[in-house]
């Protein structure tokens, strides 16, 4: 590993790689800072293109001075060594961040999305494409505050692009439709990368999955955006409205510009914006033609009328016998299929379609099942925490919506407790009045209590909390353990070694251990040694409070 670069930076460790250059943690001597250092791996710095794409993206992230996009410190190259400093960044990326905690609050999304896009609104101001807008090049501070970074493939609207053999570049989770087609790319692209990170961002995943980075841009162009409200009905359907405008497919239905979408995650939470109507795309798909040396040739779907021929006389007949055999035999098939239960009909033999329950009520869930004639015998409602669905209402049911099962078939019903009960920090309160609060609140603890003596301290004061933290969050119902260290009164034996020890040390002694001391001196004595105490040595004494003392005679 580099262990100085520029005779400056000090690399102190390895904090991720990428596919061109490698990242250092590092101090700068100089201004007595940490940063980070991206460095150019020493073989791509021969090929000219990939250094092209390095100084680009020092060119690209330097032009811009934005609080939540990374800043470029110092650009340079030293003995072939060709680096970028930039500012480091404690945290996490957001693509961890969504690993961990799943689909996010709508609110906390809206404003993570509100500095993602003022940044891009910047850029596209400066006249510089992201190309590359995704969780994995967005770091969050422990502030909340996300910075953009990795300007590696970003271009300026009037630069030449940089691809090997046609082949398309960025991350194809979020690749615009346009840019699997090789399309010059404009700033749309970047707004369609945000409006696939705002849908993982409310549902904790991306729209889009496949084996190949192919077949996933395949099916951002054939397959319609999926509704982020029918993973969470609680989100408001404006917001859902900036992703599917975001994504559209065809860029005359997408934002033009980042600063409109911008305007509308500013207001999308007003009350005259909420409760719009869903946005309905005139083309949510587009149909593929080809894929030629990696680039998709696609075109709108619409509908086209099927070419008429006139047949003669005999095609006739011989078509005629055919059907007529063919319908003989998909009878016997479906009759067949209908007995075994291959093929199921709604409302015949038993089979009924499950309706769409996630979002309701629970009565309203039974409602439903019961009209949808299903026997509530068999369905069984169960609660969960849930920090994205409103308490009271469905979460998930076992049963998909829409499939043709039998009406005696059992189905679980998941129904949302709310967020539950949020722990607090109990520790220097009162443990008789932290637990008539939370009996109060009806929460339901396994309180474990561990006493301690504490000196200057009144007994039944919570001292520690462990085994639940502040800010967990847990369901009220399930009597989960925490331990409390609770204060009470010191108790110790008396020490029989204080008899002949100065008497200011073993005043010192018994203070440490939380005793008040009074001393006194007896009679005609000349020493300042311990004599005998009050109550004797060897006894068990306990400092209740400040009018009980021990006695010290020298």
């Given at each position: 590993?580099?262990?100085?670069?520029?005779?400056?930076?000090?690399?102190?460790?390895?904090?991720?790689?990428?596919?061109?250059?490698?990242?250092?943690?590092?101090?700068?001597q100089?201004?007595?800072?940490?940063?980070?250092?991206?460095?150019?791996?020493?073989?791509?710095?021969?090929?000219?293109?990939?250094?092209v794409?390095?100084?680009?993206?020092?060119?690209?992230?330097?032009?811009?001075?934005?609080?939540?996009v990374v800043?470029?410190?110092?650009?340079?190259?030293?003995?072939?060594?060709?680096y970028?400093?930039?500012?480091?960044?404690?945290?996490?990326?957001?693509?961890?961040?969504?690993s961990?905690?799943?689909?996010?609050?709508?609110?906390?999304?809206?404003?993570?999305?509100?500095?993602?896009?003022?940044?891009?609104?910047?850029?596209?101001?400066h006249?510089?494409?992201?190309?590359?807008?995704?969780?994995?090049?967005?770091?969050?501070?422990?502030?909340?505050?996300v910075?953009?970074?990795?300007?590696?493939?970003?271009?300026?609207?009037?630069?030449?692009?940089?691809?090997?053999?046609?082949?398309?570049?960025?991350?194809?989770?979020?690749?615009?439709?346009?840019?699997?087609?090789?399309?010059e790319?404009?700033?749309?692209?970047?707004?369609?990368?945000?409006?696939?990170?705002?849908?993982?961002?409310l549902?904790?995943?991306?729209?889009?999955?496949?084996?190949?980075?192919?077949?996933?841009?395949?099916?951002?162009?054939?397959?319609?955006?999926?509704y982020?409200?029918?993973?969470?009905?609680?989100?408001?359907?404006?917001?859902?409205?900036?992703?599917?405008?975001?994504?559209?497919?065809?860029?005359?239905?997408?934002?033009?510009?980042?600063?409109?979408?911008?305007?509308?995650?500013?207001?999308?939470?007003?009350?005259?914006?909420?409760?719009?109507?869903?946005?309905?795309?005139?083309?949510?798909?587009?149909?593929?033609?080809?894929?030629?040396?990696?680039?998709?040739?696609?075109?709108?779907?619409?509908?086209?009328?099927?070419?008429?021929?006139?047949?003669?006389?005999?095609?006739?007949?011989?078509?005629?016998?055919?059907?007529?055999?063919?319908?003989?035999?998909?009878?016997l098939?479906?009759?067949?299929?209908t007995?075994?239960?291959?093929?199921?009909?709604?409302?015949?033999?038993?089979?009924?379609?499950?309706?769409?329950?996630?979002?309701?009520?629970?009565?309203?869930?039974?409602?439903?099942?019961?009209q949808?004639?299903?026997?509530?015998?068999?369905?069984?409602?169960?609660?969960?925490l849930?920090d994205?669905?409103?308490?009271?209402?469905?979460?998930?049911?076992?049963?998909?919506?829409?499939?043709?099962?039998?009406?005696?078939?059992?189905?679980?019903?998941?129904?949302?407790k709310?967020?539950?009960?949020?722990?607090?920090?109990?520790?220097?309160?009162?443990?008789?009045?932290?637990?008539?609060?939370?009996?109060?609140?009806?929460?339901?603890?396994?309180?474990?209590?561990?006493?301690?003596?504490?000196?200057?301290?009144?007994?039944?004061?919570?001292?520690?909390?462990?085994?639940?933290?502040?800010?967990?969050?847990?369901?009220?119902?399930?009597?989960?353990?925490?331990?409390?260290?609770?204060?009470?009164?010191?108790t110790?034996?008396?020490?029989?070694?204080?008899?002949?020890?100065?008497?200011?040390?073993?005043?010192?002694?018994?203070?440490?251990?939380?005793?008040?001391?009074?001393?006194?001196?007896?009679?005609?004595?000349?020493?300042n040694?311990?004599?005998?105490?009050?109550p004797?040595?060897?006894?068990?004494?306990?400092?209740?409070?400040?009018?009980?003392?021990?006695?010290?005679?020298?």
């Open positions: 590993m580099i262990d100085i670069v520029a005779k400056r930076y000090k690399i102190k460790a390895v904090i991720g790689q990428g596919g061109m250059a490698d990242v250092y943690l590092a101090f700068d100089i201004l007595n800072r940490e940063v980070a250092i991206k460095v150019l791996r020493d073989k791509l710095a021969e090929d000219p293109v990939t250094l794409r390095f100084q680009r993206e020092a060119s690209a992230a330097s032009k811009l001075s934005h609080p939540n800043d470029i410190y110092d650009v340079g190259e030293s003995e072939g060594c060709h970028i400093v930039m500012e480091y960044v404690r945290g996490r990326t957001l693509k961890q961040l969504i961990q905690r799943g689909a996010l609050d709508y609110h906390e999304a809206i404003g993570i999305m509100h500095q993602l896009t003022s940044a891009i609104v910047t850029a596209h101001a006249h510089i494409i992201h190309r590359d807008i995704k969780p994995q090049n967005v770091l969050v501070k422990d502030d909340g505050t910075k953009i970074t990795d300007f590696g493939i970003a271009i300026a609207n009037d630069a030449v692009q940089l691809t090997y053999y046609n082949t398309v570049m960025g991350s194809a989770h979020y690749l615009a439709p346009e840019t699997a087609q090789g399309k790319p404009n700033g749309q692209i970047d707004i369609y990368s945000l409006g696939i990170v705002f849908y993982e961002l549902t904790g995943d991306v729209p889009f999955r496949g084996s190949t980075p192919t077949e996933i841009a395949i099916k951002h162009l054939r397959e319609p955006m999926p982020p409200r029918l993973f969470n009905p609680s989100i408001p359907q404006s917001v859902e409205n900036i992703v599917l405008k975001a994504t559209a497919k065809d860029v005359e239905e997408r934002y033009e510009r980042a600063d409109e979408m911008l305007y509308d995650l500013e207001h999308c939470l007003e009350t005259a914006y909420r409760n719009m109507p869903r946005l309905v795309l005139k083309h949510p798909t587009m149909d593929i033609i080809e894929v030629e040396d990696g680039h998709v040739k696609v075109q709108k779907k619409a509908a086209r009328k099927p070419e008429v021929r006139k047949k003669k006389r005999h095609e006739w007949i011989t078509v005629g016998m055919w059907t007529a055999g063919l319908a003989i035999v998909c009878v098939a479906v009759a067949i299929g007995v075994t239960g291959a093929i199921r009909f709604s409302g015949f033999l038993g089979y009924e379609t499950m309706p769409e329950i996630v979002g309701m009520t629970e009565q309203e869930a039974r409602d439903a099942l019961t949808a004639h299903f026997s509530l015998e068999n369905v069984r409602f169960e609660n969960a849930s994205t669905v409103e308490q009271g209402r469905v979460i998930r049911a076992s049963e998909k919506e829409g499939s043709v099962i039998l009406s005696d078939s059992p189905i679980d019903v998941v129904v949302s709310g967020l539950g009960f949020l722990v607090q920090d109990y520790t220097g309160l009162e443990l008789a009045s932290v637990q008539q609060e939370l009996a109060a609140q009806n929460v339901h603890l396994d309180v474990q209590i561990e006493y301690q003596g504490e000196p200057n301290t009144n007994p039944g004061v919570i001292l520690k909390q462990s085994l639940l933290e502040p800010g967990d969050r847990i369901d009220p119902d399930a009597n989960v353990p925490i331990h409390f260290v609770v204060s009470q009164y010191p110790i034996t008396i020490p029989s070694t204080l008899i002949g020890m100065d008497v200011e040390e073993a005043k010192d002694y018994l203070n440490s251990q939380g005793i008040a001391v009074l001393t006194r001196k007896v009679s005609g004595s000349t020493l040694k311990v004599t005998s105490t009050s004797p040595a060897g006894s068990e004494y306990t400092q209740e409070g400040t009018d009980s003392v021990v006695t010290l005679y020298y």
